[in-house]
């Protein structure tokens, strides 16, 4: 039959700026008969399956059609966002009912482009966008691309940025879709005020908020800009911050957020209800108590009658809970409950416990570590599977998988789920990120004490994602160039054993005495004989030759020649990073013995101690002590080129390089009378720092420090004494470290400051 009867057309001309249709039952037109669909066909797709349409409706073959079923079907069809337009119509074929959906797809994105944008980059914009090259245009995934591109300028501190987008028409089929962005200038932090405030002085609470005034290193850092959640977060910065100085009623009102006329400054203001310190009246402890209560109070870093504090609570119900957690108590649960003593500033604190029962660990599963083998990580835990539950255990494990330096220190997880039917065994999933291991590194500058250097390494702290580390580096300087290779394997053959060895070769004109080249080899081996101690045993072959020798004292047939050594040390390092500690201790001790064969002999022993200790948030106090004798075997003579002196950025930073030391008066080979520092046999030194950062984001901290020391022997101690400040720079190539020295001792103390340039951390 050719005739086509039109029984029914329901057309839906949505426009994609609208957004879904909202229907009611008038939507569908004059109700029709009632009719059995013997076929559905749809019709106008070219990028969408067929399939997924007549997946999506609930009208089938054999299946009386009604109005509000079709209704239906036209509101999922259009749900899927893929159409423009979407028609149903009825069509009588052969006696046979035919259901036909005739589509109009919308078009695809072929291009995304931004305009306006001079702050910030196109590859950087794109990378807040959802929406992708060659898919279909959704407008609400489009109009959430908006708000994700208003908070990312938010962000970047354009804090009054406007967005929109419109869709420029290539084809029928195709359209380019483009993001306008009105940007503006960056709203800077011209002034921060607080009303109210007491108990702590304005620059007091400035230090402990992310939001910052404008200021000399803000173009570095971007320090200075104004970005809406950073100032949500320093609101409850503040509150926690008072809450550990036992302000437990500090109220914060709705800061107050001024904007200049230009739209370049704003000005906030913060205004504060301090309320009262409180102190502790009485702690006491209820529930399922497993502990004399001697035990738990050891544990409590709060006390009765001081000052309240949150953090101290903070770490004191993780304790308690690490008690529980390691009889096995894996869901043990400690619940804190204040109670204000009415009349007075003082506050009862109730440790309320809840035991749960005990648990096992089961299986250990590692993810995301895609380059590290699960051995690495695995080798760290103090856990083990079918092991009755222990916190402490767990919670070193993951210090230890943090400590190795291969991870994103935010993306380790170690989270415990219960097997079904299981509930007390915990399997442990074990989620890392891998970060770059490797680092190519070239830089080139002067230095105060080497003159120009230009210095290139590669390195790899995860070779192979064994844990091995492999390094090569170059340094040429005017007065000192050295090129080394090193490996170590941290656990050779699967054992706990650690073996490394190098070879390198240097020459150093530093010394104003003489001029020396050395190349030798080293081969060492560790192990491990308690928690977070290590004992080394190393052997070294060294070559050495003078030249140049400007001083007439030293012996050059006992410079030169062979020193075959072997080292014994023990070494205690429990730093929290070890490129940038910030609490933490290490210690060491060694005992090196020269003469087994070649042409030397002496004996030297040195120890050192190096501590970090957090002050005030970043404020980090550092300190090191190092001291060093040497010894004659069998009569013979310790070379010069072993022998101690001091000064320089290395120690004493006050006082020129050499400069400490004892001295004796020769003619030079021109026939000058000149005095050299002849080095001595026993040493000692102490560095002692406070670091704060000036810049997080740059990278930038200031220094203030203090350092003392002697060199020459212990018949005569003489110690020779400054202090400074400078500012450090951790930058891609390392540690640049600026300092300004000024000596307290003796004719030192008169000659004014030394400034010193140095790359790499001092301790």
Known sequence: MSLRVIILAISFILSISRGPAVYASEDIGPRVDL????????????????????????????????????????????????????????????????????????????????????????????????????SILDTNSVKNDVQALLKHYEEKGYYLASVDYKEKKINEENIELVFNVKEFDKVKVKKISFL????????????????????????????????????????ERMKYFYRMKGYLQINIGTPEITISEDKKWVFITMKLTEGPQFAINKISFVGEI?????????????????????????????????????????????????????????????????????????????????????????????????????????????????????FEPDSIVFNTV???????????????????????????????????????????????????????????????????????????LDTKWNIGGGVFVSSD?????????????????????????????????????IKAVDDPTIDVKLENGLASSVQTSIIYDRRDDRSDSRKGIFLSYSTEYTGLGGDKKWLKNDAEARGFYPVWGDLIFRSRLYAARLDEVNGRKIPRTEKFTLGGSRNLRGYAYEAVGPKSKAVNST????????????????????????????????????????????????????????FRWFSPIGTLRFEFGYPMTGIYKNQGSQFHFDIGQLF
């Open 671 to 726: 026939g000058q009378l000149l005095t050299f520092n002849t080095g001595g046999t026993f040493s000692t030194f102490t560095n002692l720092e406070l670091q704060h950062p000036l810049s997080r984001e740059a990278g930038l901290k200031w220094v203030v420090f203090f350092d003392a020391g002697h060199a020459g022997g212990l018949d005569k101690v003489r110690v020779y004494t400054d202090y400074g400040f400078g």
């Open 509 to 545: 004109d530093t010394s104003a005495s003489y001029s020396e080249k050395k190349k030798g080899l080293n081969f060492r081996v560790g192990y491990p004989v308690l928690t977070f101690t290590n004992l080394y045993m190393t052997y070294k072959l060294e070559n050495t030759r």
């Open 290 to 406: 497993l502990f004399p209560e001697g035990d738990l109070r050891e544990k409590l870093t709060l006390k009765e009658n001081e000052t309240y504090s949150e953090e101290s609570l903070r770490k004191d119900i993780q304790s308690l809970t690490e008690m529980y957690q390691d009889e096995g108590y894996a869901f043990a649960n400690v619940i804190r409950n204040l109670n204000i003593v009415p009349g007075e500033n003082k506050v009862d604190v109730e440790f309320s416990f809840e035991k749960g029962k005990i648990a096992y660990f089961g299986r250990f599963k590692v993810k995301g570590n895609s380059k590290s083998r699960d051995k690495v990580i695995r080798r760290e835990l103090l856990i083990h599977e079918g092991q009755k539950f222990n916190g402490t255990a767990l919670r070193q494990s993951k210090e230890n998988v943090q400590r190795l330096g291969f």
């Open 418 to 492: 219960s097997p079904k039917d299981k509930d007390d065994i915990l399997d442990v999933e074990i989620s890392v990120k891998e970060k770059n291991t490797g680092q190519i590194s070239l830089g080139a500058g002067y230095s105060t004490a080497t003159g120009g250097f230009f210095q290139a390494s590669v390195s790899q702290a995860n070779f192979r994602g064994l844990g091995q580390n492999l390094t090569f580096s170059l340094n040429i300087a005017k007065s000192s160039n050295t090129f080394s290779i090193d490996f170590t394997e941290p656990f050779f």
């Open 35 to 134: 009719f059995k669909v013997d076929k559905i066909e749809v019709s106008g797709l070219k990028k969408v399956e067929k399939e997924a349409v007549l997946e999506r409706i609930g009208a089938k073959a054999n299946m009386v059609l009604d109005n509000y079923l079709l209704k239906r079907d036209l509101e999922k069809i259009y749900s899927m966002k893929y159409f423009e337009s979407v028609e149903a119509e009825h069509v009588v074929v052969a006696g046979k009912n035919v259901l036909i959906f005739k589509m109009k797809e919308k078009p695809i994105v072929t291009k995304i482009s931004f305009e306006g944008n001079d702050g910030l980059s196109d590859d950087d914009l794109k990378g807040q966008v959802k929406t992708r090259v060659f």
């Open 196 to 235: 109210g405030n007491k108990a702590f002085k304005d620059e007091e609470l400035k230090s402990i908020i992310q939001t910052q005034e404008d200021s000399l290193f803000s173009a570095l850092s971007g320090s200075g800009n104004f970005k809406e959640i950073n100032f949500q977060n320093d609101i």
